[in-house]
């Protein structure tokens, strides 16, 4: 076995691992902000490197990071979370339509009763 097998293997035993760190988060927003760790941490490097290189582009490199880190959050919730999302606000619109309806039934309801008498 060579020195590429060794690597290879180290590597994929850290992403076994990154993987296993972002699933034992325990809300959805952890494991958002942990799967996008990556970006944050390129980000932090890349902005260190402009602030030595180039300090006037540093928050120019910082923005842009934090927009990447956004956008992977944003494309990981949309992946994984939206339709659980939109269900729950569907749910609530058909509870709150049901509520409505059923406060009608008894207003109506009691306004008959005192019409009769």
Do not use: H
Request: hydrophobic share 35%; glycine share 6%.
């Amino acid at each position: 076995m060579g020195s590429k097998s060794i690597f290879g293997q180290l590597v994929s035993i850290g992403f076994v691992v990154f993987i296993v760190w972002i699933l034992l988060a325990s809300t959805p927003q952890t494991r958002l902000e942990r799967a996008c760790r990556p970006v944050d941490w390129t980000g932090n490097l890349a902005t260190s490197t402009a602030a030595l290189v180039a300090p006037s582009y540093q928050q120019s490199v910082t923005k842009t990071f934090r927009s990447i880190d956004y956008s992977c959050q944003y494309m990981l919730w949309r992946l994984f979370y939206e339709d659980d999302y939109k269900r729950a606000l569907k749910a609530e619109s058909d509870q709150q339509n049901a509520n409505t309806s059923g406060d009608e039934t008894r207003t109506d309801a009691s306004t008959i009763g005192s019409n009769d008498k």
